[in-house]
């Protein structure tokens, strides 16, 4: 899945099998471990070199005052960022003295690899010290999916060719320096440490940091618990400052012993609880991970990721690259969201400072949509965080001088980030995208207690938005005017038809949902009147079409502008928001991402496949895809309309990624790989989920010979397994599922699978990029071995 | 003029009977002295109290940097801002030892007046010392037409009940700690002083201080000459540091004896020029002022003024008030454009820091509008220095990725300072609004040696920004996409109607020019193609129009939008903008200032009298006026459409000021008053002039027994009397023209007067305000005093 030669392919593993400085960063967001709660960027055990040190807790953010554009209200008074929290992963390891770092001495081997089925960072290194002593350093690491305050590392150091005085710092560190993130160019953050120290302990084996973040507020304490074992001699102390607490183990280590160290780790914060209260809550989770001890933590993360592939892998027969980049990718969803617990999915989990920790719509609509099918309880604790927002988004909505509830385009708890009008207050499909995620969630599952707590009101507050937003005009269509929707170089729009098809859904659903809750609807408010309202403005949302081109248009007019002059276009003038100027940009037809083409996939049952294939085929020669967001939903609607090679294009092109990416140097962005899951699920395997009804049309591009993946719908789990001319449905949990295949229905039973045939594909209607933007064709080679062709 | 007690009408003069703190500030801003050139705030001699202490001079400023709003480039990197120089006009009085204040002590009179017909600003008071010694001080200020680095100041101390110990200090103050302006919400300026000291001098009478702006990189030299004369024991010192140089007189005064002083202060600055030669520049300044000498200088001030309303005056019989401040206001006109010589003309002239000292498209499309009839030559100046800012223009369109030039939104010396996309880079309007004056001074004068040198290189440049800009439609309709117009509410819109017609006038000006001047057409590159590609967009540019309401749009789909609900909208929410985010305001139909209707006067050719009143009463029915540009144009509608008693009331916003607002301690917006002028001329008066044709359509509310006005057009002096019934046109100067009369042509002669009956008015459309947004009704009482209704 990585494009460079240190990272060799493997079904399950990510693999590394030297380090190359250019690309550490990019590796430390690749090999972090987060259960959602907990992020551990994969820095060397040791602390240095590194590209970006990190450790992180979700929710855990600095204020800044942010210095408004414009004067007005509406606009945000400080941005929110996430900052690194004590860093309790650190083992340093000094050989006679001298300091182990892979920049000094010699290194004769190095291979650390991630593997989803154990959850578990290995690392395993020989050296030669400058003095000449070789040792072997062996180190397997893990962020407890099961105990969510947990991370936890173990560590051996073997002398290989005679005995070494070996010394072994186990740290925490606080307000470790760290390179500024990239992605910053207004606001700097000052200079001072970001936490401020409260308390430090060490005892025993035991060390505790307490700090508070400066102007948040927010306490943070982090406690280690560690076991030794080694030769005769081996003697440990420990020391505790403001800012670091260290175990030091020292030892004279033989040729052939082993000095091992285990280190457990637990993490905890607050806004509102005290120091006593806060410190007690990592003395517990530390008191229970001893009680676990290291093997119980090893085992207990196996199963629980035993069970998650059970219900979730995806299998790829003849491009091992792709096999490799959709487990790892899914895996990181998965960390993304398995133990958030009533916060945040932010964009770059906590793999790293990117989009400064901020969630957005793409947390709802790629990352929560996979877990729907693979981890549905992740997504409830996600949108129970959502709804917990919604005092700030009612009041921020009053703000605007609109009614329900305007969540925020950006933000870590809740409070809106975004300062820019076009781009921030105006995107206000979020509220819709949300209620997708609501939509989706409970279509799937059934979840009946979530309906009634969480997606009512939901549902409830995001439609009143909507009403109160849109007009009906003479003719009684009802218009929502000057939003910007995903494709951020067209801001600020007449009846955005993204926005107003998922709007649609929301008032319907809204609707639904109070009649399925009638009592708890009343107690909100909700009437006849306002249900019948709702529904009336879904049912005459304008939807702007070119009668002339026969084309939906992204927005009203938005066919009348001039198209963007591709061909004088230089390669090296994208992504084109950092070269032209908005007045450029936002007169003319240019795609940023999938915009309408997103909305053809989410709400697919809204068109006829004629109409969608043309109106793929328009767009996809206006979109650049200058967001890694776009080629999921191009993805999605190449292979539905035919375009199967074209698909598994953009399908490679979500999932496998680039490690000179100074993007992906700040955290891997979860909602890509996201995105690669569901161009493998709803693209090649065509499945969609419209109401409470689920169909596949699967087709599989030349280069493979099988795909197969499982999932969860309606407390079912199903797996499908798609060859060249037919596929196979297994139930393999639950009572009996009516699904559709291909456009016929058929019910899955646990009795026998059902195989059905894959109808002859049609002539597509062609379709072309953007001058110079083909995506990299992804072509089936002898060997098998991956081509990358222009 | 102002509606304040202190304040009496007078015919000509403003004038001023007690000092109220409360107003202070904008007391100054109105009593403010300048050529265009030097501006001297209307201060108290003594320096304080003060509202807003100031001496400013065109062109020189201070650039700040700017954090962009967003990344990306078209974004200027620096604001700038007009800053305090070296105060000349300070004049403190100490009466044995005690300072003269104001504050203290007790007043027994105060007056102070500005003449219009003079250009001096008088002021006599008496004051009882603390110490109980009464003194009678006057003084008399100017800032001369006619030598323009030269302010003066003469000043009388006469002790009325005995012998006083009298101490003049005359000085040049530089770095003068002044309140911060109101209107600067995200770059707060830097604390340390803005000019660094290079040089002080003083010498037996003669003062100088030179500095320069810290990074702007300005040198500014100020130096003072006096002529004291006083009783015996009259004695004078002087001294200097690098901020202040000083001329002490001490006096022992009897009763009814005078010590007088006059004080010559020679202004001037450059970027290029060494100390040597500015310090040259302002000796040599000095030199001619004294040898015209104090009574000299007033006398040439009077001459030059003379001349001045001999071509422009205007009189009003029927409304004192109005007359007054139609005077007073054109005085500031003139002020702001005399002598500014290839220099911007500031929004608020010289009269204060507010708008941050910018030029933007008001000052063509109000200020030179005005003076193109009443002093032309300054019109030729100010659009001169927009031909020398075309380099930085021709780079500013290259960035946006246009050809031709891009002129600024807001500037001093030509770069853009207006940092926000949606209000700043597209807001195009002003490349047109610059065209259209020098259109409309072109076409005022046959300057043919103008149109060659300047006039022709600023279509062209213009011109081709247009064209690359707009884009044919397929039905070969040309439009211009993405651009806001005047009303600032309706930000990024396609084919704004205002942009468009200007746009169009702008691309055949050029066009004719080119043809006019084929050689110097030749040279900038302008062949037939390019003209006919002019002609061709301009036959061709979209004309957005809502066929169902019978009207046109102010830009595509503005008239689907929803209507904003002004019934609910409390009278303190205004101006909207300040209470209201941009995403409410930017998606409804609220017309922030006249933007098509301004179109109706300007293009007023384009469309047919019945589709005006149409227009006009539509967006009469949307426009809440919260720019105080607004008035100006709906006052030009409404005479035109019939509504002359509400053509009164807009007549009377643009002249009449509040001295409590606290916009106008900021400085004068000399667009306001020259909108006053266009109110009273093209309103009351009828005047059009479109292409080479002058027409008059005249018609005067009950109120006004007679209306006057004289213009300058076409090297004739004209004068236009209207009465009731009738109106008589007196050409003054000049050879026989060709007018018309409420449509019907005739000839001016200086022969005869012509004399021709106004015909009966026809029934207008009915037309209403927003909610609450009526203007003030001005009613004719019986004893002719004013009386303001709501």
Not at 51 to 67: D, H, I, M, Q, T
Not at 136 to 164: F, H, K, M, N
């Amino acid at each position: 899945m990585i494009g460079h030669p240190a990272y060799p392919v493997d079904p399950w593993c990510l693999v590394e099998t030297r380090v190359d400085p250019a690309v550490l960063a990019s590796a430390e967001s690749l090999f972090a471990l987060s259960n959602g709660h907990v992020g551990w960027r994969g820095n060397l055990d040791e602390g240095e070199p590194h590209g970006l040190p990190g450790s992180y807790l979700n929710g855990v953010f600095e204020a800044y005052p942010l210095a408004p554009a414009a004067p007005g209200c509406g606009v945000p008074e400080a941005d929110q960022r996430m900052v690194g929290v004590t860093d309790g992963k650190i083992v340093r390891l000094l050989v006679d003295d001298q300091p182990f770092d892979l920049r000094y001495g010699r290194l004769h081997g190095h291979r650390r690899s991630l593997d989803p089925r154990t959850g578990v960072l290995q690392r395993e290194v020989e050296w030669t010290a400058p003095s000449g002593r070789t040792v072997r350093v062996r180190s397997w690491r893990l962020v407890s999916l099961t105990q969510r305050a947990i991370g936890a590392v173990a560590y051996e150091v073997e002398p290989v060719d005679g005995e070494a005085r070996i010394t072994v710092q186990s740290e925490l560190l606080a307000n470790q320096p760290a390179p500024e993130p990239r992605n910053d160019p207004q606001n700097d953050p000052p200079a001072e440490p970001v936490l401020v120290a409260e308390e430090h302990a060490a005892e025993g084996t035991r060390l505790r940091l307490v700090h508070r973040t400066a102007r948040s507020g927010l306490r943070v304490a982090v406690a280690a618990e560690h076991r030794v074992s080694g030769p005769d001699g081996t003697a440990t102390a420990v020391e505790a400052e403001p800012d670091l607490a260290r175990l030091t183990v020292t030892a004279p280590v033989g040729a052939g012993q082993v000095l091992r160290l285990e280190k457990l780790v637990a993490h905890g914060w607050s806004a509102a609880r005290s120091r006593p209260a806060v410190r007690a809550q990592v003395d517990a989770a530390l008191a229970a991970a001893a009680a676990s001890g290291w093997p119980g933590l090893l085992e207990e993360q196996r199963a629980y990721l035993e069970e998650f592939w059970a219900r979730a892998d995806v299998e790829v027969d003849g491009d091992a690259e792709i096999q490799q980049a959709v487990r790892v990718g899914l895996f990181h969803v998965l960390q993304a969201g398995a133990r958030g617990e009533e916060r945040a999915v932010p964009a770059r989990g906590l793999t790293g400072p990117g989009d400064r920790g901020h969630c957005s719509y793409a947390s709802e609509l790629y990352v929560l949509h996979v877990l729907t099918y693979t981890a549905p309880a992740a997504v409830a604790q996600a949108l129970r965080w959502r709804h917990h927002t919604l005092p700030a988004a009612l009041r921020r909505a009053a703000g605007l001088g609109l009614a329900g509830a305007a969540l925020p385009s950006r933000t870590i708890d809740g409070a809106e980030c975004a300062g820019s009008w076009p781009g921030g207050p105006a995107a206000l499909h979020v509220n819709a995208d949300v209620a997708e995620a609501v939509v989706r969630y409970t279509a799937a599952t059934d979840d009946l207690l979530f309906d009634r707590e969480i997606g009512l009101e939901l549902l409830v507050h995001t439609a009143r938005l909507w009403l109160s937003l849109g007009h009906h005009d003479p003719a009684g269509v009802f218009h929502l005017d000057g939003v910007t929707g995903p494709d951020e170089y067209a801001a600020v729009a007449d009846d955005n038809l993204f926005t107003n098809l998922m709007a649609q859904q929301n008032l319907r659903a809204a609707a639904d949902a109070a009649e399925r809750n009638a009592d708890r609807a009343v107690a909100l408010g909700v009437d006849d009147e306002e249900t019948a309202a709702w529904r009336d403005a879904a049912l005459h949302l304008a939807l702007p079409y070119d009668d002339l081109l026969g084309v939906h248009q992204q927005a009203d007019r938005f066919t009348g502008h001039q198209v963007w002059d591709f061909e004088a276009t230089p390669a090296d003038r994208y992504p084109l928001a950092e070269h032209y100027p908005p007045l450029q940009l936002h007169r003319r037809q240019v795609v940023q991402q999938a915009d309408l083409v997103l909305a053809l996939y989410l709400r697919g049952e809204a068109f006829a496949a004629a109409q969608k294939a043309r109106d793929f085929a328009y767009y996809e020669a206006l979109t650049v895809r200058d967001s890694p967001l776009s080629a999921c939903g191009q993805a999605v609607l190449a292979a539905e309309t035919g375009h199967t090679a074209l698909a598994y294009d953009y399908l490679a092109e979500c999932l496998l990624v680039d490690p000179a990416s100074p993007d992906l140097a700040e955290g891997l962005p979860t909602a890509v790989p996201a995105g690669g899951w569901i161009a493998v699920v709803a693209g090649l395997g065509g499945m969609r989920h419209h109401g409470d009804t689920l169909s596949f049309a699967p087709r599989l591009p030349d280069r493979l010979g099988r795909l197969a993946f499982t999932l969860c719908f309606q407390r079912r789990v199903l797996r499908v397994e798609v060859v060249a001319g037919s596929a196979e449905y297994t139930l393999l949990e639950g009572p009996d599922l009516d699904l559709w295949h291909h456009g016929e229905p058929f019910t899955a039973s646990r009795q026998a699978p059902e195989r059905l045939a894959i109808p002859p594909a049609a002539e597509p209607l062609p379709v072309v990029q953007p001058y110079g933007r083909r995506p990299v064709r992804r072509r089936w080679s002898a060997d098998r071995e991956t081509v990358h062709e222009e």
